[in-house]
């Protein structure tokens, strides 16, 4: 069964930077749409960015100019680079496939950031 397993959140100042890392198969990633989700308190998840495997972008609005996803097939990684974060952007992070059929969702990583 194929795992995903998130990493790089943690706390942060308003205006840093964090580097989320989400390891998962290639024959995922080189097939499939990847997402970055995250869920906020007392909110539902919601989709923050996403990249195709012929490396198309999509991202939220609000991430739009902060946020970049990349995608390492060697390493079997896809990565959002977050930078100018702010305190709305706290939340946990999960990655999965953009469309159905998801994968087993993962234990995310928290980022939380502090005004």
């Known amino acids: 069964q194929v795992q995903l397993v998130e990493s790089g959140g943690g706390l942060v100042q308003a205006g840093g930077s964090l580097r989320l890392a989400c390891e998962v198969s290639r024959s995922i990633t080189i097939s499939r749409t990847v997402a970055w989700y995250r869920q906020s308190p007392g909110q539902q998840r919601e989709l923050v960015a996403s990249?195709?495997?012929?490396?198309?972008?999509d991202y939220k609005d609000s991430v739009k100019g902060r946020f970049r996803i990349s995608r390492d097939n060697g390493k079997n990684t896809v990565s959002l680079q977050m930078n100018s974060l702010k305190p709305e952007d706290t939340g946990l992070y999960y990655c999965?496939?953009?469309?159905?059929?998801?994968?087993?969702w993962g234990q995310g990583t928290q980022v939380t950031v502090s005004s």
């Open positions: 990249i195709g495997a012929t490396g198309v972008k």
């Open positions: 999965n496939t953009r469309f159905n059929p998801h994968l087993q």
